[in-house]
């Protein structure tokens, strides 16, 4: 699955990593909503991949890129279409199900698709540019707490609420945002309430390609060694100031509860009977 696909620009380098990846097949296209950042490569994904279905967030949009990404789909024969609420779906061995299907904002953000995808033990949240009036509307009992956010908004100010981030209380938070972008995403007050949950923050500005790897049990985090975490920020331009360029991978064991997490090597994986 690939969920949205970045601006125009970046299309080539989106087919070249699929493709070094010997991914041949897309089971489904996910578009949260018609903005340029999120569309703008998607019409290269399609021409480039054998695709299964495509769905898309409610509402459209009359630019150029939602336009070219519509008629790639329809070139194909695909026809996006909002998924049905309720409904699950299956990926490999995990389930996913979407949410905000039936919004009918005029902040086309609040149009976004939200998407949980659950792996065995482990549940991912993917919130596209959901702000906060979205991640209220959401049934938060159901989600429950989450292993990985995709932050909504690039961590901006409008997304990422404190009752949003304390109900669903990540374990990990993503923010994708270009570095020195003229937005200044992420914002302090985002990254301020989760670390306030002890949220570990990665970001694709200061951490590059960011990587999770979930088989059910164990999560492997591989990325370039930057800021996350409670790092120092720059108060002037809300970036971390001094990253690192050393390649980090981490992995990390959930006890069945869901409750608690160690590092490898920790004294308590083999009191715990934690396979390593």
């Known amino acids: 699955m690939i969920i949205d696909g970045a601006?125009?620009?970046?299309?080539k380098m989106l087919v070249e990593y699929l493709k070094k990846l010997?991914?041949?097949?897309?089971?489904?296209?996910?578009?949260?909503?018609?903005?340029?950042?999120?569309?703008?490569?998607?019409?290269?994904?399609i021409n480039n991949f054998n695709i299964g279905k495509v769905f898309i967030g409610n509402?459209?949009?009359?630019?150029?890129?939602?336009?070219?990404?519509?008629?790639?789909?329809?070139?194909?024969?695909?026809?996006?279409?909002i998924p049905?609420?309720?409904k699950t779906f299956t990926l490999g061995v995990g389930t996913f199900k979407f949410y905000n299907q039936k919004s009918k904002s005029d902040d086309i953000n609040d149009n976004s698709l939200v998407?949980?995808?659950?792996?065995?033990?482990?549940?991912?949240?993917?919130?596209?540019?959901?702000?906060?009036?979205?991640?209220?509307?959401?049934?938060?009992?159901?989600?429950?707490?989450?292993?990985?956010?995709?932050?909504?908004?690039?961590?901006?100010?409008?997304?990422?609420?404190?009752?949003?981030i304390k109900a669903v209380s990540p374990r990990y938070s993503v923010i994708c945002c270009g570095k020195d972008n003229k937005?200044?995403?992420?914002?302090q007050k985002s990254l301020d309430t989760l670390n306030k949950y002890q949220s570990e923050i990665y970001r694709t500005d200061t951490n590059g390609n960011i990587v999770f790897t979930s088989n059910g049990e164990d999560?492997?985090?591989?990325?370039?060694?930057?800021?996350?975490?409670?790092?120092?920020?720059?108060?002037?331009?809300?970036?971390?100031?001094?990253p690192t360029a050393d390649n980090i991978s981490k992995v990390v064991y959930l006890t069945k509860?869901?409750?608690?997490?160690?590092a490898l090597g920790c004294s308590y994986l083999k009191k715990g009977k934690i396979k390593t």
Do not use: W
Request: overall charge negative.
């Open 219 to 242: 999560i492997e985090i591989n990325c370039t060694d930057g800021a996350y975490a409670a790092a120092p920020v720059d108060a002037d331009s809300n970036r971390d100031s001094s």
């Open 22 to 45: 010997n991914i041949k097949d897309i089971d489904y296209v996910v578009l949260t909503h018609p903005d340029a950042d999120h569309c703008g490569g998607l019409d290269s994904i």
């Open 84 to 86: 049905l609420q309720d």
């Open 115 to 164: 998407t949980e995808y659950t792996n065995g033990s482990h549940k991912f949240l993917f919130m596209g540019d959901a702000g906060k009036d979205v991640e209220a509307d959401l049934p938060l009992n159901e989600i429950g707490k989450v292993d990985v956010l995709k932050v909504g908004h690039h961590g901006s100010k409008t997304s990422s609420s404190e009752s949003f």
């Open 59 to 81: 509402g459209d949009a009359e630019t150029k890129v939602y336009k070219d990404f519509v008629q790639a789909a329809i070139d194909k024969k695909l026809m996006p279409s």
């Open 183 to 187: 937005y200044g995403h992420p914002h």
């Open 257 to 262: 509860a869901g409750e608690k997490y160690h």
């Open 7 to 11: 601006d125009n620009n970046d299309e």
